[in-house]
């Protein structure tokens, strides 16, 4: 059987304090709910709506690995020390917020029954 790794200390310190709940003042729904989410936001004198579908880690991934797709890494960033401090009304509330996530894939090549 093989030992997993423990989990560095700053995953430990996470680990310790970690409570569940939405982490997005956006979300509505509980973590494992699907929901479509609709986000507006003005910046100067535009306006943007985004729409955008809330789905659970295990929904996501599954699709990937139904899609024929290996996960390679899975990045949530944040804004850098200089974002924050160039636009620190902007992106304050944000940091340390996981608003999005960012999946680097690979295509397996699948193999055919014939």
């Known amino acids: 059987m093989t030992r997993m790794n423990p989990l ?34 003005r910046k100067a004198d535009i306006e943007v709506t985004q729409q955008f579908w809330r789905r659970p880690l295990a929904a996501v991934l599954g699709a990937f690995a139904d899609a024929g797709f290996k996960v390679d890494r899975v990045a949530e960033p944040q804004p850098s020390a200089e974002a924050l401090r160039l636009f620190p009304d902007d992106l304050g509330a944000v940091a340390g917020v996981p608003l999005f996530i960012v999946y680097r894939l690979w295509l397996q090549r699948l193999s055919r029954s014939r």
């Open 8 to 41: 560095p200390a700053r995953n430990q310190q996470f680990a310790a304090t970690y409570t569940p709940g939405p982490r997005s003042p956006h979300q509505r729904g509980g973590y494992f709910d699907t929901e479509l989410v609709s986000e507006t936001w």
